[in-house]
C-alpha cells in the first residue's frame, strides 16, 4: 500500500467495544497474509495468518477476512482492551517469499 | 531462550558515513531478513540472508549490504548515509521450510537517525 506518511489512519474504539481494522493489498498473486501488532519501541509482533485458499479464519479474540476478489483483508477484534493499542500491519507475500506491509493504522482504546 | 537480538539499539551518524548493524536470530533459526521502517510507515524489505547468501533483495540501492556468518547471525551496512536512511531496522529470524508466520520473529530493531 502507499505511505500515508507520518500520520497514519487512527481507529479510536471503546474498550469493550470490537475492532476492525482494514487492509488493501496490492499483488493479486499474493497467497500468504499476516496481521501484525506493532507497540511503541518493539518489533512486530504475529497475530494471526490466512492463506488465499481461505476467506476466513479465527484465533484468540481475533478473526481475519480475506476478499481476494477486491483484494481486501480485514482483522476483527472482539471485546477490544486497552492492551490492544497498538499499530497493526497487514503484510502480503507470494510463495512465502519476502512479505509487502501496508502502511498500518493506530488503534486507540478508550477506557 | 533469547529472541532475536539487536545492536546497538540506538545510533546517531552522520550523512556519508558507514553504519554497520547487527542481529542474532532466534535459537534454531537460519534465515535472517532485514527490514527498513521509516517513522509512520510500514517495514519494507531489504533483503533475506540463509546459508551465508543473499537469497533476495528488496528495491534498495546497492549502498545497502549484508553478511550472514556461520552461526546464522547477520550484519546490515549501509555506506554513504543520507539523511532518509534515518529509520528503525528490523531483523526477522525464520527457519527455511517452515512456512508459518507465527514462527517469523521480529527483534526491537536499531534505530538509526543520520545527521
Known amino acids: 500500500g502507499e505511505s500515508v506518511g507520518l500520520h497514519l489512519p487512527t481507529l479510536s474504539v471503546q474498550e469493550g467495544d470490537n475492532s476492525i481494522i482494514n487492509c488493501a493489498y496490492s499483488n493479486s498473486a499474493s497467497d500468504y497474509f499476516i496481521w501484525y501488532k506493532q507497540e511503541s519501541g518493539k518489533g512486530p509482533q504475529f497475530i494471526i495468518d490466512i492463506r488465499s485458499n481461505m476467506d476466513k479464519r479465527q484465533g484468540q479474540r481475533v478473526t481475519v477476512l480475506l476478499n481476494k476478489t477486491v483484494k481486501h483483508l480485514s482483522l476483527q477484534i472482539a471485546a477490544t482492551q486497552p492492551g490492544d493499542s497498538a499499530v497493526y500491519f497487514c503484510a502480503e507475500s507470494r510463495n512465502f517469499n519476502k512479505f509487502y506491509f501496508g502502511s498500518g493504522t493506530k488503534l486507540n482504546v478508550k477506557p | 531462550d533469547a529472541g532475536v537480538t539487536q545492536s546497538p539499539t540506538h545510533l546517531i551518524k552522520t550523512r556519508g558515513q558507514q553504519v554497520t548493524l547487527r542481529c542474532s536470530p532466534k535459537?534454531?533459526?537460519?534465515?535472517v531478513s532485514w527490514y527498513q521502517q521509516a517513522l509512520g510507515q510500514g517495514p519494507q524489505f531489504i533483503f533475506q540472508y540463509y546459508e551465508e547468501e543473499e537469497r533476495q533483495r528488496g528495491n534498495f540501492p546497492d549502498r545497502f549490504s549484508g553478511h550472514q556468518f556461520p552461526n546464522y547471525s547477520s550484519e546490515l551496512n549501509v555506506n554513504a548515509l543520507l539523511l532518509g536512511d534515518s529509520a528503525l531496522y528490523l531483523c526477522a529470524s525464520s527457519l527455511t521450510g517452515d512456512f508459518s508466520g507465527n514462527t517469523i520473529y521480529f527483534g526491537e530493531g536499531s534505530w538509526l537517525t543520520v545527521v
Open positions: 535459537s534454531g533459526h537460519d534465515t
